[in-house]
């Protein structure tokens, strides 16, 4: 009798303190160096909310690991475009309720309703960016660099840098060869399979996590880097600089979704809210260097911020470029032609 009393203690301690926990408690699962730790300090001692905050460096971990666990183990996430797309298919992302955000007024009218999300039933835009071409200009005048076609000159062999996101470095090939970055068509993959052939023996690292370091130090001296990766490099490192390219650059954006076993709901609501508020989106921005889609935050940027492309772009700086888009199925050419390329296969 006194071992039945014993285990119904920890079963009801267990229950209750799991409840305390989790309405306390808010589990984000973000891209690496993507949020400052000022806005989530700031947001716990405001509501007394726990954040516990993990990060990955490519969409195709965050999403294997939301599948494997149903959504569960994570309130917010940051899936990319077409990842948005994706993840609502197959039913890993809740359907929002727009009422709940009071600063959802705040984000530029055009950047929402978009095909990857049409109505933005799943996400929220979070920070958008473009990927470009980054250099060192001690090996490169700057007029002599502009387009992707650069990365395969001979002089930088061997110290080129690619992300290691199989999208955006076949998007790259793809553009430059004259097709859609979104292509579905085998024969132009492979195509841009060729021609990344061609690329890879030239490549230094291949980085995902914090590609903006082997520019700041120097080991690289050009590659596909992210607009907000090339902002925090040169504010190091002056020698990096940045060209968006004439073929056209790529378009992403990265947003805030809630998983479909989310156990923190409110909580995840709450701070979606608090990130939709002018002066976080702001500072945020100027700590990672992308681009807000808070049209409020954009109004509150200094004159250099504003005349800073990487943070502000012009119709001439976007001319051509694509944003990703989901490719259904095809995304299994890709992996596949991804993995010969990474193997030398």
Request: with cysteine; glycine share 6%; charged share 25%.
């Amino acid at each position: 009798m006194k071992k039945f009393a014993v285990i119904l203690l920890m079963v009801i301690v267990l229950a209750f303190g799991g409840c305390t926990r989790n309405k306390n408690v808010l589990y984000v699962y973000n891209w690496s160096e993507y949020m400052p730790d000022s806005v989530i300090k700031d947001f716990e001692k405001e509501t007394g909310i726990k954040v516990i905050y993990s990060t990955y460096d490519s969409n195709e971990i965050m999403y294997s690991k939301v599948k494997l666990q149903k959504g569960h183990g994570y309130d917010l996430i940051l899936p990319s475009t077409y990842y948005v797309s994706k993840m609502a298919k197959e039913d890993l992302l809740l359907e929002l309720d727009h009422s709940r955000l009071t600063n959802f007024n705040n984000i530029v009218p055009e950047l929402l309703d978009q095909i990857y999300d049409k109505g933005n039933k799943y996400s929220i835009p979070y920070m958008w960016g473009v990927s470009l071409v980054a250099y060192n200009d001690k090996y490169a005048q700057p007029d002599t660099i502009t387009s992707w076609g650069d990365l395969w000159r001979p002089e930088f062999a061997g110290y080129v840098l690619l992300n290691n996101d199989v999208r955006e470095v076949f998007q790259m090939a793809l553009v430059l060869l004259g097709y859609s970055g979104n292509s579905t068509n085998e024969s132009e993959i492979e195509a841009a399979y060729n021609k990344l052939v061609e690329l890879v023996p030239s490549v230094r690292i291949f980085n995902s996590d914090s590609p903006k370091q082997p520019f700041i130090n120097e080991e690289v001296r050009i590659g596909l880097l992210w607009s907000g990766e090339a902002y925090r490099a040169n504010t190091v490192n002056e020698h990096v600089r940045y060209v968006y390219p004439k073929e056209g650059a790529i378009v992403w954006m990265d947003c805030l979704s809630i998983p479909q076993g989310a156990q923190n709901v409110e909580n995840a609501y709450k701070f979606i809210d608090y990130i939709l508020r002018p002066e976080v989106a702001l500072a945020i921005a100027e700590d990672v260097g992308y681009i807000t889609p808070n049209q409020a935050a954009l109004e509150l940027m200094d004159e250099e911020s504003k005349n800073n492309n990487l943070l502000n772009p012009n119709a001439d700086d976007l001319k051509n470029a694509e944003f990703q888009d989901d490719i259904g199925d095809a995304v299994l050419i890709y992996e596949k032609y991804w993995e010969r390329l990474k193997t030398g296969r």
